[in-house]
């Protein structure tokens, strides 16, 4: 029997009281992610159960129990606060999958302080940008990636510690400290910060159309969303071992990769090393997942590598495969069903600002391969008039994915940028703030996401409102890599869409006029490239840059990416002479 039992009859008599009932938490009562994920579960006797299986690069690996977490978060918790870290501070969290990265998080929690985790591959433009913007305190990395934070250090005067965990502590600098928990003595006891429901605790940065990218707040109480979606749409129970293969980097990785599971007190795998399907179908064999949380691209990469790959591995121990980030299309469904054992992808959509599925296939509902499902119960969804924004009855009619506000999992604002976090609601006064917007059950929460929905309820996905490239289930901004092409010296102007490609959906291409002096060659458009991956990361990169004697623009000099988007997709282009600023 499934957790959600029948959709129907949860829609029906819905209440996010039941969240709150799943973890056994009354009104009044502390709410800490890392104490919930941690020493609630030991204080229920489930201290030795595994809580994280993991295996890294070289074969290492480790198993660590609720117990083993817990100890560990406080130690992380101590130190930091040692350190002099408060309630409130953002702490930067900027390493590969490592277990340090798994303990720090909840740490982090438990002092109060905001979790703000970072894609390791980032480069040093694009750390410094989401550290300037949060004015973070604290970072914690390894010596794998500290060359970064150093770079950039001086211009970032609110950052005042720098922690470098797990290796050995030779090399590091004066202004650098070193901590591994696990050598470290253990913490027994912490005292875990008093947070409430609307506690900030993760900050999770995403990229827009314009300007850089923005952080989206989460509060404490985002747990009660995260765990139900987990409980009735991954189906977690307590002896699954389940696996998600996001990184924490991306707000997959931390709703669904730390803080859903482990509040429901689930065993997780964590796959810290490159992909290759064999590596990938060994740890599911090895380690008899039986839930697997995945996303498009990985799926279709799987599928490239054929049918008889899968059939070297005994994969019997799977039960329930779901996916999120970009569309899932129907032929990876139908194809996973084949090849799985009759288990098909459970296509979710949600984003870094609803912090939580809003969207999904349910187990036991028929999917309907390529469409994303129906919204999650509790969730009132709808797609709204292209123009008019009222919300459209007929099936079928392409319109915005909009949410009525008020999902305890929901960001509560865009970091220290309230007209932005306005302007994702149609009906909001210009002078709400994000308190009132978020609860006014009057407005609509704006996606972004174009899809419709058909007459049995179903929403299909069709692609996105925005030049917002996504790139295997990644958004990247066109600005900001606007923004590093023209720090090229050779680059006058720059302009960047996503360029349609079969594995990743999108991949990255730039237009780009050169400064007098400079000619068009192979070698200088690889040297852009590197530029590019470098200093913010390689799915930044453009995988093609065209050089231009000049770039489409407004009558107002604005660079017009959706004409080279029209362009490059084979679509009708339109009269550019019309052109307008918005
Ligand atoms: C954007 C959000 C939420 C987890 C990872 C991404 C796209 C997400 C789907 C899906 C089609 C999807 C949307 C959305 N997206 N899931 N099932 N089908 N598109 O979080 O980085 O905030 O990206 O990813 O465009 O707005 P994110």
């Known amino acids: 029997m499934s957790n959600i039992g029948s959709y129907e009859k949860r829609l029906s008599d819905f209440d996010w009281g039941q969240a709150r009932e799943t973890l056994g938490w009354k009104d009044g009562e502390l709410l800490n992610i890392g104490a919930m994920c941690s020493d609630r579960i030991c204080a229920e006797g489930h201290g030795e159960r595994t809580a994280l299986i993991w295996e890294g690069f070289g074969n ?7 117990d083993d977490l817990r100890l560990y978060s ?26 340090s990265l798994y303990f720090s998080f909840l740490g982090i929690l438990k002092l109060g302080a905001i979790a703000q985790p970072l894609f390791s591959a980032f480069g040093d433009e694009s750390l410094e940008v989401r550290l300037a913007s949060a004015g973070t305190k604290a970072i914690l990395t390894t010596k794998k990636h500290v060359k970064k934070v150093r770079k950039i250090r001086e211009r970032l005067p609110e950052l005042e510690t720098i922690v470098v965990v797990e290796g050995n ?26 947070s409430t429901p ?14 850089q990218p923005k952080g989206a707040l989460h509060v404490h109480s985002s747990v009660w969303g995260q765990a139900l979606t987990t409980s009735w749409v991954l189906d977690l129970k307590p002896d699954d071992v389940y696996w998600c293969t996001a990184d924490p980097g991306w ?25 290759t399907s064999r590596r990938w179908y060994q740890f599911i064999q090895d380690n008899r997942v039986t839930v697997w949380y995945s996303a498009p ?6 599928m490239k590598d054929g049918d008889e790959v899968v059939k070297e591995f005994d994969l019997s121990s799977l039960r329930f495969l779901a996916s999120v980030g970009e569309p899932l299309n129907a032929e990876a469904v139908i194809w996973s069903g084949e090849v799985f054992n009759g288990l098909q992808f459970h296509d979710t959509f949600w984003q870094t600002e609803t912090g939580a599925m809003m969207i999904t296939n349910y187990p036991g509902m028929e999917i309907r391969p390529g469409s994303m499902g129906m919204p999650f119960p ?10 008019t924004h009222e919300p459209l009855t007929e099936p079928g009619k ?3 994915i909009a949410f009525r506000p008020g999902w305890p999992s929901m960001f509560r604002q865009y970091w220290k940028k309230p007209d932005i976090y306005r302007s994702k609601f149609v009906g909001a006064s210009d002078d709400a703030m994000p308190d009132q917007l978020r609860t006014d059950t009057s407005l609509w929460y704006v996606s972004g996401d174009r899809a419709s929905i058909d007459k049995d309820g179903y929403y299909w996905f069709v692609g996105r409102d925005d030049d917002v490239i996504n790139t295997g289930g990644h958004l990247v901004g066109p600005f900001e890599i606007e923004s590093a092409l023209v720090e090229h010296p050779a680059v006058a102007e720059a302009a960047a869409i996503g360029k349609p490609d079969e594995v990743n959906m999108e991949v990255v291409k730039a237009f780009v006029t050169l400064k007098p002096g400079f000619e068009p060659s192979d070698d200088l458009e690889l040297e852009i490239m590197n530029f590019i991956r470098k200093r913010l990361s390689p799915l930044a990169m453009p995988q093609e840059i065209e050089y231009m004697d000049k770039l489409p623009k407004t009558r107002s000099g604005k660079i017009v990416r959706r004409y080279l988007k029209a362009l490059e997709w084979g679509e009708d282009v339109g009269d550019l002479s019309g052109l307008d600023d918005d």
């Open 169 to 194: 502590p030779s090399k590091l600098r004066d202004d650098e400290v070193f901590f591994d928990v696990e050598e470290a003595p253990k913490v027994d006891v912490f005292d875990v910060y008093k």
């Open 198 to 211: 609307e506690t900030p605790s993760v900050l999770h940065y995403t990229s827009g159309t314009t300007g």
């Open 398 to 400: 392409v319109g915005l």
């Open 378 to 387: 509790g969730i009132t969804a709808c797609v709204l008039d292209l123009k």
């Open 251 to 275: 707000v997959t990785g931390t709703s669904y990769g730390i803080i859903g599971p482990w509040s429901l007190g689930v065993t997780q795998c964590v796959l810290d090393s490159g992909f």
């Open 74 to 99: 406080n130690g992380f918790a101590q130190f930091l606060k040692d350190q002099g870290i408060k309630p409130g501070d953002r702490v930067c969290i900027f390493m590969d999958k490592i277990p």
């Open 297 to 302: 691209t990985a799926i279709r990469a799987l």
């Open 60 to 66: 290492k690996s480790g198993k660590y129990t609720f």
